[in-house]
C-alpha cells in the first residue's frame, strides 16, 4: 500500500492540486478530473478509496493502474522497460533466461562505465556502489507481452545517484546504436566508438532481439517523479538485432600504442634534412606502460618538431636532464615524443 504522503506527493509531482474537501477527504484535481484522498492512512477504507483513486488517476494521465500504483508505492526508482514485439505472452526458459542475463550484463555493464568514469562531473564513485546498485534493484515480468521492468533505486538526497546515471547511460548507450544501426553512412559505428560506445554494448543489445536476433524490441525509460523527466522509448525494429551485431564487430578498438619514458641527459644528437630529422639519444631506463624494461642505455628519442630539437640543444650544451614521453617504436625500442612530451628539468646531470 502506498502511504497518503506518497499518493499527496505524486499528485503534486504530476500536477494535481487540492481544490476543495468531502467529509474528512481532501479533493484533488487535475484539469476534469477528480480524486478523493482518505486524511491518513489509518482510515478503515483506505485501501478502497486508494484503489478507486488510482483508478481515477490511471484514466486521467493515459496509463495503466499498475504503473501508477507502483510509482505511488515507490516513488525512488527509476524504471527500464523491456519489450519485444513477439506474438506470444510467453517464451521458452533458455531464451527467457537468455534474456534476463543480457538486461543484467547491460545494467551491470553501464553501472560500471558510470562508476569508471575517469573525467566525471559528478562525485567519486565507489567499486562496491556497483554491486550494491545490483542488490537493490528489482525485476518484475511485464504484462500481456514478453518483457521485463527492471526498477534501478535512487536516493533523493544525492544529486547524481547511481540508479539514474545508470539509466542515462544506457539511453545514451541505446539512441547512439539505434542511430548508427539505420545510418547510411558507412563509418557510422566508427563514430559511436569514438562515444565511448563500446563492442561491448553492442553485443549486449544484440541479445535483446531474441533468438536469432530477428525480433522488434524496445527499451523505455520511466523517470521517478522524486526526480522527474521526459519518459523516452528506444525502439528497434525487426532484424536490429543482426545490424547491431554486424556493426559492432567493425568497432573492435585497435590496441593503444605502448606509452614509453625515458629521463636522463642528451647524449647525442642528429638532424639530416635529407632523411631522419630531429633526433636525439638520451642515456636513461625506458619505462613503457609503467614497467622498467632494463638498465640504464642509450634510448633513441624522435622529437618532432625544431623547438623541441632546439631545446635539446640547449640542454646538451649546459647538461641538463631531459624527460622524454611518446609512444613507443623501433627495435631497440625508442620513443616518438607526443605534444608537450618533452621537457627539460631544471637540475644538471652530475
Known sequence: ??????????????????TGQWRTANVWTWQDFDVLVPPSDGVADAT???????????????????????????????IIAYRTQADRESITLPAGTRTI??????????????????NSTHHDIPDSAVGALLERSLLTPSEGVVG????????????DPLGRLTALRLLHGSTAV????????????????????????CEVLAELAGPGET???????????????RDVTVQFPPG?????????????PAPLPPVGVVEGPVISLSDDPSSSRWHIRVRGVLVVDGAATGRTRLVNVSLGDSTNYEAAI?????????????TVTGSPAGINVTAAGFTVADRTQM
Open 178 to 201: 539505434r542511430h548508427a544501426t539505420y545510418s547510411s553512412d558507412d563509418d557510422a559505428f566508427e563514430q559511436i566508438l569514438r562515444q565511448g560506445i563500446s563492442p561491448t554494448e
Open 240 to 252: 536490429a538485432g543482426e545490424r547491431i551485431r554486424r556493426g559492432g564487430r567493425r568497432v573492435e
Open 314 to 326: 640547449t640542454a646538451h650544451r649546459n647538461g641538463h636532464t631531459v624527460r622524454a614521453v611518446g
Open 48 to 78: 478502497i478509496r486508494l484503489r478507486e483513486l488510482v483508478q481515477c488517476v490511471a484514466d486521467a494521465e493515459g496509463r495503466s493502474p499498475t504503473a501508477v500504483w507502483r510509482d505511488m508505492t515507490a516513488p525512488g526508482v527509476d
Open 1 to 18: 500500500m502506498p502511504t497518503i504522503d506518497d499518493v499527496a506527493g505524486y499528485l503534486r509531482g504530476h500536477g494535481w492540486s487540492v
Open 101 to 118: 542475463l543480457a538486461v543484467r550484463d547491460l545494467i551491470t555493464f553501464c553501472a560500471q562505465e558510470v562508476a569508471g568514469e575517469s
Open 148 to 159: 521485463l521492468d527492471i526498477a534501478l533505486p535512487i536516493d533523493a538526497d544525492d544529486p
Open 215 to 229: 525480433l522488434a524490441f524496445e527499451l523505455g525509460f520511466h523517470w521517478s517523479w522524486l526526480m522527474p523527466r
